[in-house]
């Protein structure tokens, strides 16, 4: 299971920070990622990083803004969200998977960025 959190209200420039714990079996060897979804629009994955926390990848809106990380012993990730920006609004998921399908998935957890 993943819980989520760390959402709330920021302004245009400021920051937060995300996480997602995992409980209730390990998560070793994995990838985790965070998806965002904003009212209208589909569902983008915006962050994922492997196990060995040396591979990541970013979406190109969130590039230079946003760190992705994970604390294995704690089996948790976070995602630093800087320079956020009205358009960073939305609902965000964390996910986990081990071969090509997201078969875990987090609660979400609201970001409303005020400009």
């Known amino acids: 299971q993943l819980q989520a959190s760390g959402g709330g209200l920021a302004q245009a420039g400021g920051s937060l920070r995300l996480s997602c714990a995992a409980t209730?079996?390990?998560?070793?060897?994995?990838?985790m990622g965070w998806f965002r979804q904003a009212p209208g629009k589909e569902r983008e994955l915006v962050a994922s990083i492997w196990w060995s926390s040396t591979i990541t990848h970013y979406g190109d809106s969130v590039k230079g803004r946003f760190t992705i990380s994970r604390d294995n012993a704690k089996n948790t990730v976070y995602m630093q969200m800087d320079s956020l920006k009205p358009e960073d609004t939305a609902v965000y998921s964390c996910?986990?998977?081990?071969?090509?399908?997201?078969?875990?998935w987090g609660q979400g957890t609201q970001v409303t960025v005020s400009s």
């Open positions: 996910a986990a998977r081990f071969g090509h399908d997201w078969d875990y």
């Open positions: 209730g079996r390990t998560f070793s060897g994995s990838n």
